[in-house]
């Protein structure tokens, strides 16, 4: 198996922009969680998916995010309009449902909204 | 609300000796503890995991030590090498592991020649 599969790696966008991220989770694994990473904040939960619903989004941080996951071989964030402080490493993770201790990250996306 | 505070921020240790890494909890329904371990340019990885009913764990030269009345663990690294120079975090599950992991602030561990 690949892993969990995140596009793009890297992503500069000017403020305003719509950026969208994607995440392949590992076939099989039927819980996805979507991850920040910053310096100040460390890793966040924004939010996660079970059987492609989603259950908790409390850690988005605004409006201006959003998830879908509408199978279960691929979901999306999407930051509109995005804006400087959004900029972070984002990571997707999948697990069997129930088994999110053993989750799988992917490689993450770096983030810089100038 | 920080839910998992992780100590130190930042760990220089000779080669063969041993790091250590604290990990304090405030959430006291989180029901299993990993530790995870993440390189440069990379996602975090699961290193080790403990369940609080137990109060150590150890695989290879990984350890974690479990206080639940002090809603303490920690991570022992013995024989440290330059291999385990990488970014590491603790955390903490609820849920019977149906919920996302809430995360320590990480620990940039370095292991010197």
């Known amino acids: 198996d690949a892993g969990v599969i995140q596009s793009p790696r890297h992503e500069v966008t000017e403020m305003g922009q719509e950026v969208t991220l994607r995440c392949k989770p590992i076939?099989?694994?039927?819980?996805l969680f979507w991850y920040r990473q910053t310096m100040m904040r460390g890793l966040e939960l924004l939010i996660y998916?079970?059987?492609?619903?989603?259950?908790?989004d409390s850690g988005m941080p605004e409006d201006r995010f959003s998830a879908k996951m509408p199978n279960a071989s691929f979901s999306t964030l999407k930051i509109q309009p995005s804006e400087p402080r959004d900029s972070a490493v984002y990571f997707c993770?999948?697990?069997?449902?129930?088994?999110?201790?053993?989750?799988?990250f992917g490689q993450g996306t770096r983030l810089t909204v100038v | 609300q920080q839910q998992v505070k992780q100590s130190p921020q930042s760990l220089i240790v000779q080669k063969g000796g041993i790091s250590i890494i604290n990990c304090a909890y405030e959430n006291t329904a989180f029901d299993y503890f990993p530790w995870y371990q993440q390189f440069p340019g990379k996602g975090p990885a699961l290193l080790i995991a403990?369940?609080?009913?137990?109060s150590e764990k150890k695989e290879g030269r990984f350890t974690i030590s479990f206080n639940k009345s002090a809603k303490q663990f920690s991570l022992h690294i013995m024989d440290s090498q330059p291999g385990d120079s990488a970014t590491y975090f603790c955390?903490?599950?609820?849920?019977?592991?149906?919920?996302?992991?809430?995360f320590g602030k990480g620990t940039h561990l370095i292991i010197q020649p």
């Open positions: 403990i369940r609080p009913d137990v």
């Open positions: 076939s099989g694994h039927n819980s």
């Open positions: 955390a903490g599950i609820k849920g019977g592991g149906a919920d996302g992991l809430t």
């Open positions: 993770a999948s697990s069997r449902q129930g088994w999110s201790t053993e989750a799988f």
């Open positions: 998916f079970n059987n492609n619903v989603p259950i908790d």
